[in-house]
């Protein structure tokens, strides 16, 4: 329950089914529930201490601006206060502001990030290992810049001849809450979700995930039009039903209406280098990277995950 794989309702219902119901089919249950537990633990171990290095690499790279609170209770002895005052370095270095400030850090930006990854048949073995450690790490690492400043949204979606959602914009990956998703399963957690759905099988429908995605996307930024947009693909191909004129089409338009919408993109492509073409036949090759191992995949993703974080200051500052 700590970590979000149960909650008390669950937790109730498996001790009702203790008992009086099938011990044999709830041990395999519980084995079951108790193995994807063990499993992400192993994880997230693994993935922390890249969490807590790009934690702390965005925490310094993104800028803070002190915002200065006046307590409005609290009056000079000439009377109102003067919410200028604290603004004047000769004030401050006389300390001629008696009143008491609070000091408030703002961290910007406002940024949304949609993760779609291929589980398709080529992804078996350690692609698709490396892949969830990918979805943990970036689990992990977002959900902890969420709840410290407040500002990211983000989103998984999974694919192969379908298309799965994993998080919604508005679901907590860290909360003990079960959601009933769109096809019709059994509420699930979040990470018993993630770490429930990851096996590689199918082919590539990758038009239509894309495309899903850019809805999603586009409803999201007409709701929060502050808010910097990305999509972030992950796979080890081309689509395998010949669309790759059409992807790429479709992401070149920048109108939500007509095509994927004025959203930053990139994809990375779990193998060689030779084989790049693959998928930045879709992407375009400047928006294409390449990725061999998890070490990779993530210094790959994070890098341009601070390209887009800068571009969007940028434009801000200008």
Same mark, same amino acid.
């Given at each position: ?25 709830l ?62 370095v ?22 949304? $990030?949609? @993760?779609?990854?291929?589980? &398709? ?8 290992? !490396?892949?969830? +450690?990918?979805l ?5 690492l ?57 096996s ?33 693909f ?10 790759? $004129?059409? @992807?790429?089409?479709?992401? &070149? ?8 919408g !004025?959203?930053m +993109? ?37 890098m ?15």
């Open positions: 329950t700590d970590d979000g794989f149960m909650d008390e309702d669950r937790r109730k219902e498996l001790e009702d089914e203790l008992k009086n119901g099938d011990l044999d089919r041990k395999e249950q519980i084995d079951r529930e108790a193995y994807l537990h063990d499993q992400y633990e192993a994880i997230k171990e693994d993935v922390t201490p890249l969490v807590d290095h790009w934690f702390s690499y965005f925490v310094e790279k993104l800028p803070k601006k002190d915002d200065v609170v006046i307590d409005e209770d609290t009056l000079h002895r000439s009377g109102k206060f003067n919410r200028r005052a604290p603004m004047r000769s004030n401050l270095i006389f300390a001629r502001v008696k009143n008491p400030r609070i000091i408030r850090p703002d961290v910007k930006p406002l940024f949304m $990030a949609s @993760i779609l990854l291929d589980i &398709s048949g080529s992804m078996a073995g350690q692609k698709i290992q !490396d892949a969830m +450690k990918l943990v790490f970036y689990c992990e977002f959900s902890r810049i969420e709840q410290e400043y407040g500002y990211i949204r983000f989103s998984i979606d999974i694919f192969s001849d379908f298309i799965r959602s994993i998080k919604g914009f508005d679901q907590d990956y860290e909360s003990t809450q079960r959601y009933l998703f769109d096809e019709g399963m059994s509420q699930q957690t979040i990470k018993v979700r993630l770490m429930n759905a990851l590689a099988g199918g082919g590539t429908n990758m038009e239509n995930a894309i495309r899903r995605v850019a809805k999603q996307l586009n409803e999201q930024t007409f709701e929060y039009p502050d808010y910097a947009s990305a999509l972030y992950v796979g080890d191909g081309e689509d395998g039903y010949g669309n790759a $004129a059409n @992807i790429r089409r479709f992401l &070149s338009i920048n109108d939500r209406e007509r095509g994927f !004025d959203h +993109k990139s994809a990375i492509f779990l193998g060689p280098e030779s084989a790049k073409h693959q998928l930045s036949q879709s992407f375009g090759k400047e928006n294409t990277v390449v990725a061999q191992d998890f070490d990779e995949l993530v210094e790959k993703s994070m341009k995950f601070d390209d887009d974080i800068t571009f969007y200051l940028d434009g801000k500052v200008r």
